[in-house]
């Protein structure tokens, strides 16, 4: 990848802005004080989230379709860079909710939908890692995939839907805006720096593995 040094270095100039964006150009939250800016983290990593399990639902449909290897390679990446920021969100949300509601969990409707479309897919990934890599495993794990990202539809109504207690529609101010969608970008070059790294990661580890059993077979004959 040619352009992953001009992307590394954009990702680390903006780390440094979007900090300064978010901890010092946004004015002090009245009602919560510091612990708002956890906010300009915490959303752009649950879209990110959503969006590394909406790929990887879409890649592993199209394996289910068409059987290549390709599909099944982007589909895992997808989900383990999901992952990776699902991470994120369900750690800066116990610490935003230890500072909103006074407890570092609660059974609330987003929440806890949350946490279990992150367990779908941390029972993909260790179905990937431990399973083996046979077809039947490829199988089961992309109906899993399909089966699990319709959950997003449910973590996205919960507030609405069950009467959470979870901020939704927040009401911003400009400067809020600007910081919000600034980690956002710096987010996205992160994600899909990630997404392509692991994915030849992937790819490569699948063609040493298919030179191998080639070779077995030459050395067998």
């Known amino acids: ?26 004015p002090m939250e ?5 612990s708002q800016r956890i906010f300009y983290i915490h959303l752009p990593s649950a879209w990110l989230c959503y969006l590394g399990f909406v790929i990887s639902f879409v890649a592993s449909l199209g394996y289910l379709i068409n059987r290549k ?7 895992v990446t997808a989900a383990e860079v999901g992952l990776i920021f699902g991470v994120v969100v369900l750690v800066t949300g116990p610490l935003w909710a230890k500072a909103a509601w006074g407890v570092w969990w609660k059974w609330e409707p987003r929440l806890t939908t949350m946490a279990i479309l992150f367990m779908i897919f941390s029972g993909y990934r260790l179905l990937r890692a431990f399973g083996g890599d046979g077809p039947g495993v490829r199988v089961f794990a992309a109906v899993l995939a399909v089966f699990g990202a319709p959950q997003i539809y449910f973590v996205h109504i919960a507030v609405s839907r069950w009467q959470g207690d979870h901020p939704n529609n927040v009401v911003m101010e400009p400067e809020m805006r600007v910081a919000l969608y600034s980690n956002l970008g710096l987010m996205m ?33």
């Open 1 to 26: 990848m040619k352009a992953f040094p001009l992307f590394a270095g954009l990702a680390a100039l903006g780390m440094l802005a979007v900090h300064y964006l978010a901890f010092v150009y946004v």
């Open 30 to 34: 009245v009602t919560m004080g510091a």
């Open 69 to 75: 290897a390709r599909w099944d390679a982007a589909a």
């Open 189 to 221: 070059i992160v994600f899909f720096l990630l997404l392509r790294l692991r994915y030849r990661v992937r790819r490569d580890a699948l063609t040493v593995s298919a030179l191998k059993r080639r070779l077995a077979r030459m050395g067998a004959g």
